[in-house]
């Protein structure tokens, strides 16, 4: 857990964050203890847990970050599937990082090979260095306002309370690949994980790339810079407690696009998801101001009809 955690959405006095900070700690430390019906971890996942690690410390402070706390193996569960969906019904979801508790949960079953057991943990693990901000209610419950670029208000209005999920999930899986690619020696000679492997079917949202893509390239433009430069500017933004870089995606696309951005993933239906993809890629890749405008409204005008049949999702 990320000492002095920081509280958002209210005024907090001295004593409540004293308190918070205690039940986080203890939240914490029950989440080391062994989950019944748990796999061993096996000596190469282990080993895989140490080059993560390792990986991750090495892509941070190649951006400009220095502090990097590494995951203890106890705060790692890898979970038979029938105990994962016992314990985690409602996640569908081959692993996720529980903010609150500072631990990762794997649905084994889900990740049946070794790339696709790394690339998950390494995913999950991206989203544990990310930027962490939490929100306390009256009533003893906590969680997380911003894990990276996700945004959550559940103090606002239910409308308001899920921001850039999907385009955080996008600059984790981008994130990803990248720290894949520039390690692919390492992960060959001590993983025996190919570029091949690396290439393949293991990442949940990189269809979503083309929409980063024609961000990276307009704001590359329009700022003078190369298209590497901002894409570690993107990436950087994870981390970073401030996210001033996505100034730049309304000061490129016009404004009202950051609000188009946040849309991606917001709907329990697939169906729903799908479409609105096509018209987001639509938006960031038209070069006309008045033909973005008129997809900006289209997009809003089907978000706006379509609350009625599928509600927001409630993470």
Not at 219 to 243: M, P, T, Y
Not at 248 to 256: A, L, N, P, R, T
Not at 296 to 305: G, M, P, S
Request: some cysteine; glycine content about 4%; proline content about 3%.
């Amino acid at each position: 857990m990320k000492e002095n955690p920081k509280f958002i959405g209210r005024l907090y006095t001295e004593d409540e964050k004293k308190n918070l900070n205690a039940t986080l700690s203890k939240w914490s430390e029950k989440s080391s203890e062994r989950i019944e019906g748990e796999s061993e971890k096996t000596e190469e996942e282990i080993k895989m847990i140490g080059i993560l690690n390792s990986i991750i410390k090495s892509e941070l402070e190649s951006l400009g970050i220095e502090i990097y706390d590494p995951i203890l193996l106890d705060k790692i569960h890898i979970l038979p599937s029938n105990i994962f969906i016992e314990k985690f019904p409602n996640t569908n979801s081959e692993a996720f990082f529980l903010s609150i508790k500072d631990a990762i949960y794997i649905n084994k079953d889900k990740v049946d090979t070794k790339v696709c057991t790394f690339s998950a943990l390494l995913h999950e693990l991206i989203h544990r260095a990310s930027t962490i901000k939490l929100y306390a209610d009256n009533n003893d419950g906590i969680y997380d306002a911003r894990v990276g670029y996700r945004i959550r208000s559940p103090w606002k209005k239910p409308e308001r309370e899920n921001r850039l999920r999907g385009f955080n999930e996008l600059m984790t899986d981008h994130t990803v690949y990248k720290i894949l690619i520039k390690n692919q020696k390492l992960l060959q000679n001590f993983m025996n994980i190919s570029r091949e492997d690396i290439k393949g079917p293991i990442y949940s949202y990189m269809h979503y790339a083309p929409i980063l893509e024609s961000i990276v390239k307009k704001v590359a433009e329009d700022k003078n810079l190369s298209h590497l430069e901002v894409f570690d500017d993107f990436e950087r933004g994870q981390f970073k407690d401030d996210i001033l870089i996505l100034k730049d995606v309304e000061k490129s696309f016009g404004k009202g696009s950051l609000e188009i951005l946040s849309l991606l993933e917001i709907f329990k239906n697939k169906e729903n998801n799908d479409k609105l993809e096509i018209m987001i890629k639509e938006f960031f890749s038209e070069e006309d101001d008045s033909k973005r405008q008129a997809i900006h409204d289209k997009i809003l005008t089907f978000v706006n009809n379509t609350l009625d049949r599928d509600a927001y999702i409630q993470e």
